[in-house]
């Protein structure tokens, strides 16, 4: 069974990025050959600072392995590293259609914010498409958001099958169960974002702890005194799943273990629980980032097991296409 996803080298990650994507990268390596990618070539169809975007490769790169990503056991490299990324994007273009990408709600939402709409930010799920077609993917663990994307990626994956030959796997998207959408503490309506407009509902993986906690005491709550989830409490719920997800329970044990405890009580547990999760995770961050050749050589060796799989799929492409192969 082989999984794959891709990770935006954008910056710092969130408790959201963290639950939703990390941990299932983490789990996926038990599960199946685990195949993960940080997308440089997708960060840079929207405007970007080359110098800043070496260094987020490498804080992801760093966050990946601190989360526990063992490179013996997974194969971790950087998409441009590997050019077959590129290539396939071209031919899988010629399968797409011009209108199913136009409908693309991420497309229209980046492109808003763009002052440059760059062809590249139109062709992005393409390139995504390719990423996991490469690598004959079954399982693809990604956030809620992606659902379009991977949608995308089947039915073009079907469309080349069916016009060419059965040459790619058509994968499936698995969505966390727990905590898949971790929404934002302040504005419990919206999800936790690196973009939100108030800087204290989003909890960063690399936040020191007293900060940590400082959001979590400072955590939108709805009106009512139980700890328990509902549609009319989306604050609570938002905390119940995260201390839930930290923890390894169930929800229900976590309303159980509340029972007669006050909102304040329960907002200082979930933040010492949020922050006994990171504690590992913080520590070996700082030891794995300080040291950029030996990213670079954990790099350099997934990108040679990669570039192996992609040849291979690209050798196929070519022939069912009637190109040269
Ligand atoms: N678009 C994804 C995101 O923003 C990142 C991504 C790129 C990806 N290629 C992928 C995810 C392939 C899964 C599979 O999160």
Excluded at 231 to 239: A, F, M, Q, Y
Aim: glycine share 8%; with cysteine; net charge neutral.
């Amino acid at each position: 069974m082989r999984i794959f996803s891709g990770i935006q080298p954008t910056g710092r990650k969130h408790l959201g990025n963290y639950l939703g994507a990390i941990r299932q990268y983490v789990s996926g390596q038990d599960r199946g050959e685990g195949i993960y990618c940080v997308v440089d070539l997708h960060a840079i169809t929207i405007a970007y600072k080359p110098e800043d975007l070496r260094k987020s490769v490498y804080d992801t790169t760093a966050m990946l392995l601190a989360a526990g990503l063992d490179p013996e056991r997974c194969i971790l490299f950087r998409q441009g590293d590997v050019r077959e990324h590129t290539e396939l994007c071209w031919h899988l273009a010629s399968v797409t259609a011009f209108g199913e990408l136009s409908r693309m709600t991420q497309f229209k939402d980046k492109s808003a914010k763009q002052d440059l709409v760059k062809a590249g930010l139109f062709l992005y799920p393409v390139l995504q498409a390719a990423d996991i077609l490469l690598y004959q993917t079954d399982e693809v663990p990604v956030g809620e958001d992606q659902r379009q994307h991977i949608e995308l990626t089947r039915d073009v994956a079907m469309r080349f099958n069916e016009t060419f030959g059965k040459t790619f796997v058509v994968p499936k998207h698995v969505i966390p169960t727990i905590a898949a959408r971790v929404m934002d503490l302040k504005d419990p309506t919206t999800k936790m974002s690196t973009s939100a407009r108030v800087p204290d509902g989003v909890v960063h993986v690399l936040d020191e702890e007293a900060a940590t906690l400082k959001k979590f005491k400072g955590a939108t709550t709805d009106s009512g005194s139980e700890v328990k989830r509902g549609d009319d409490k989306p604050g609570v719920s938002n905390l119940i799943e995260i201390y839930a997800a930290v923890r390894g329970v169930a929800p229900d044990a976590v309303e159980q273990e509340f029972v007669g405890k006050r909102y304040g009580d329960f907002k200082l547990a979930v933040g010492d629980a949020v922050n006994q999760y990171f504690k590992p995770v913080r520590e070996k961050y700082v030891t794995l980032r300080a040291d950029e050749a030996e990213l670079e050589r954990v790099l350099g060796k997934g990108a040679e097991k990669a570039r192996a799989i992609a040849v291979k799929t690209m050798q196929k492409v070519r022939d069912a296409m009637g190109l040269k192969v």
